[in-house]
Every structure is written in structure tokens, then in C-alpha cells.
């Protein structure tokens, strides 16, 4: 409870100095006493949700370029003075955010299998976690010397950890290994040619590009292997102080998956460390959503359907009993044919992508 306090109060203050007012300005901004702002200021007392919620909807935030909710309250990350001096074009945002040379290294992915392949009984199988292995690196593009990041990388359709652990070390020992490719592009070259033969050892290697868009960064790769297309999307992440980028969470959609060739979109997880943690942990970062559907009117015409089809021999039912039998087996198979076929409905937040950021740097090994 008292992290809650200190939470709200260390934002309240970073709001109260981003906006340059002092408490009696703050507290008649609020709507509050001043007795009760210093309270709030002072970890002392906590603001009920009302006063919260009125706190986030104070108009001079908006007109200053600031947006927030409560989840933003409670964030240890909460930073209203540099989020205004961007809306307002005071500070250079490619010194904000990481710069697209740092996303060059070696990664491990974490997802979700989304095979639907049925084993000898028929039944399906379940979705577990992957690994696969993406490796990011810098190439010279033509006459001009333009400077392109390529990617490669291999997703296994197994369990298989300690493959992808491994690949990523071999991958880790070429890749850092000569400290003269920033000066020759021909040790750049011959580097370049070594992760994709050893990536190449792996299991359907896709090839491709990284681009960026704004702050957004596009990994687009394609297996001939598999005939597939896929494209992972990736925040280009603040920089809070990190030598480089070491990781996020981002969605990824492929046009055939492997084997089963059909549609899939998921989220992913790129980290340059193995994470240490449990499966089990991993899980709910890579969680998908499916639609919640309710069909009470079909539900009905099915029942009135099924009256005059079965009359009189169904017993112990009454007509709402059948309706809402019914309605919840329509509901079942409906979500049951989504999950099985459809892609599902998600989407990742910036706040998730830190949350993952800080989740990876927990896992390096000092």
C-alpha cells in the first residue's frame, strides 16, 4: 500500500514541476485545498479515485500536449516534463529514442506455436512456447554505400530451447568477433555471409529487412522453405538511459505458418538474453484475446427451431432452459472455430513493451 502512496506522490510532483506551478496554482488547478495537495505531495494521504480521475482530465495538461490516465499515475516511468518539450518540438526526438543501429545483434524469440495440426488420435495440439533465433546486421547497399540492416532468422516448431540458446551463441561469437567491420566492408562481408550460413543450419531460414517508420521499427522476412511471408512490428523504444537495444514485445503476422499454410498473427518476444524465468511467466505477455461473442437472438430461433423439431421428447427443460443451453453451445463452437481458425484479436502497448524491456534486463547476467 505504501508503494501506492509514494507512486502517486512521485507523479504528482513530476506534474506539478513539468507544469512550473507552484501548490497554491497546482491545488486551485485541482480543485483541492492546499493542505490537501501537500498531503497528496507528501505521500501522507492518498487522493480517492474521483480526485484522480478529475486530476487526469484538467484541461491546461491537454493544451500543454499532455495525455495521461491512471495506469500513467502509477508508473514508475511517468515522465510529463520530457512528453511536453516533445509536443512542443523543444528537444531533437532522435536523441529520445534508441538509434536504429542499435537494433544490430543476435536475438531470441519467444511465441506461441499456432500449429493446428492434428496427432494420430485427432486430437489438436496444444499451444505451447517456442524459440527461434533473429539475427540483425548492417550491409552496404550498391555503389552508394547506402548502409541497410538485413535480418535472418529461424523459428523452431519444437521445444527446442537449447537449439535456438546455442545457434544464438555460435551466431553471438561471429557476429562480435571483428572489431575492424565497421572500417572494411569486406570483413563485413565475409561476416554477413557467415550468420547466414550458420542461420542457414537451422530449421526454414527467413531473410529480409529492417525498416522504420516514425517510431516504429518492420522486420520483413520471407522462407522460401516455407513459402511464408511474415512481418514483426517492434516499438523503437525510448531511451531511458540504455546503451542500446536489448529487446521488446511486438506483434507478428505470417501468411502461411509452416506446414499448416494458413494465416496466423501473434505477438513475439526479442531479447538478446536468455530470459530467466518459467514458461509459465513468459505466457501471459504473449496472450491473445478472442472476440466475446453473444448471439441471444439466434440462440432463440435455434430453440424455436429445435421445439418444433424434438417436441415432446425432450424432458425436465423448460423453453428458457433450452435457449440458454443452446446459446452456450453456439458460443463454444463460435470461439472454439476462431481459436482454431481465425487469427485472433490483440494489440501491444508501449506500456507492455517496457514492461517486457524490463523483464529482459532482469534476465542479464551480471
Known sequence: MADIYNRISTSLNKLKSAMGWNQKEFADKWGVST????????????????????????????????????????????????????????????????????????????????????????????????????????????????????????????????????????????????????????????????????????????????????????????????????????????????????????SIASVSHGRDHTPSAQKIILSKYELVCSDQDVAPYLNMSYPNFTQEDDGRAISEFCSKLYSGEIKGLDENDKITVIQNRINKIIKDYIKDNLCCASSVSEMEDAKVYKLISSSIKK
Open 35 to 250: 493542505g490537501a495537495l501537500n498531503y497528496y505531495l507528501n505521500a501522507t494521504r492518498l487522493p480517492d479515485l474521483e480526485l484522480l480521475i478529475n486530476l487526469c482530465g484538467i484541461s491546461d495538461f491537454t493544451k500543454a500536449g499532455l495525455e495521461f490516465g491512471l495506469d500513467d499515475l502509477l508508473d514508475e516511468d511517468f515522465d510529463p516534463e520530457s512528453t511536453i518539450k516533445f509536443k512542443r518540438g523543444l528537444i531533437n526526438t532522435s536523441a529520445l529514442y534508441v538509434a536504429h543501429e542499435d537494433f544490430i545483434g543476435n536475438y531470441l524469440c519467444y511465441f506461441n506455436d499456432q500449429s493446428d495440426i492434428a496427432d494420430k488420435s485427432g486430437k489438436k495440439k496444444r499451444r505451447e512456447l517456442r524459440f527461434g533465433v533473429l539475427s540483425i546486421f548492417d550491409d552496404i547497399d550498391g555503389v552508394t554505400a547506402k548502409r541497410t540492416l538485413k535480418v535472418a532468422a529461424t523459428f523452431y516448431k519444437e521445444d527446442d530451447r537449447s537449439k535456438a540458446i546455442d545457434l544464438k551463441d555460435e551466431l553471438d561469437r561471429i557476429h562480435f568477433n571483428d572489431t575492424a567491420i565497421d572500417k572494411f566492408a569486406g570483413s563485413r562481408t565475409e561476416r554477413n555471409n557467415a550468420i547466414v550460413a550458420k542461420m542457414s543450419t537451422g530449421s526454414g531460414m527467413y531473410k529480409g529487412e529492417l525498416t522504420f517508420s516514425g517510431h516504429f521499427a518492420f522486420i520483413d522476412i520471407v522462407s522460401e522453405a516455407y513459402n511464408d511471408k511474415a512481418l514483426i512490428i517492434l516499438y523503437v523504444p525510448p531511451k531511458n538511459n540504455q546503451a542500446n537495444y536489448i529487446g521488446g514485445i511486438g
